[in-house]
């Protein structure tokens, strides 16, 4: 079975340790990679070259300014935004750079997997 693999850039440790605990459970997902800002997300996908970023849209430099990065430096990894911030701003503003998925923190864990399966199947 091929492993996909995940980078995760969120500000919150609770969050960041939440959704790794919840990506390593699945047997095809791998967190290869987990940052607290954009520029160490747009750093560590360059490094690894993960299938998926899953980026907070409001981390300290910004998730649309990392989205943009880690699409130019590493233009295989898929985007997916995982935010508290719902608004069509915040949605269009992630779309803009490159965001195939944007989840909002909340939902039930098997969307979320299944929304990183999407995005690294390129059907978001």
């Known amino acids: ?3 996909l693999t995940v980078l995760i850039g969120d500000d919150e440790p609770m969050i960041r340790e939440a ?9 095809d997902l791998d967190v290869v990679a987990i940052a607290c800002d ?8 360059v490094r690894h070259e993960p299938a998926v970023a899953i980026l907070d849209m409001r981390m300290p430099g910004g998730g649309a300014h990392a ?38 923190k909340g939902v ?3 969307d979320i997997v299944a929304a990183v399966r999407r ?6």
């Open 1 to 3: 079975m091929t492993r």
């Open 108 to 110: 039930p864990n098997r």
């Open 19 to 27: 959704l790794s605990e919840v990506l390593a459970a699945e047997p």
């Open 119 to 124: 995005v690294a199947a390129g059907a978001a």
């Open 38 to 45: 954009a520029e160490e997300s747009i750093a560590l996908a």
């Open 67 to 104: 989205a943009r990065e880690i699409r130019n430096r590493s233009p295989r990894t898929r985007i997916m935004a995982f935010s508290a911030y719902g608004d069509a701003r915040s949605v269009e503003e992630m779309g803009r750079a490159g965001v195939t998925e944007y989840v909002l």
